[in-house]
């Protein structure tokens, strides 16, 4: 069983950055994979970033690589998304999610965090 909170959501213009927290519970953080996913309402929630709980590695989608960066303190059982160069387009709901039942990159994960709003202003 893993509780998810995130944190660090906000109003920010374009061209700026925010650092969205991801704190979780219960069992080993390590054990997990763990990913950050974005939702706008009427769309389907988009793939942001994952780590491997296999070799450690992290993944981004297209359209952030080069801006966001993935990182985790395993002795605070935290996951941080560092967010640079904001764009108005990335304005959304950012979840934070816990063990890939499917691939790492689709929305079939076990445990979801209540999510934390980022807005970028033009």
């Known amino acids: 069983q893993v509780q998810l909170v995130e944190s660090g959501g906000g109003l920010v213009q374009a061209g700026g950055s925010l650092r969205l927290s991801c704190a979780a519970s219960g069992r080993t953080f390590s054990y997990y994979t763990m990913a950050w996913f974005r939702q706008v309402p009427g769309k389907e929630r988009e793939f942001v970033a994952a780590n491997s709980r296999f070799d450690a590695s992290a993944y981004y989608a297209s359209s952030v690589t080069g801006r966001f960066t993935l990182s985790r303190d395993n002795a605070k059982n935290t996951l941080y998304l560092q967010m640079n160069s904001l764009k108005p387009e990335d304005t959304a709901v950012y979840s934070c999610?816990?063990?890939?039942?499917?691939?790492?990159?689709?929305?079939?994960?076990?445990?979801w965090g209540q999510g934390t709003e980022v807005t970028v202003s033009s």
């Open positions: 999610a816990a063990e890939s039942i499917k691939n790492y990159y689709t929305p079939e994960y076990r445990y």
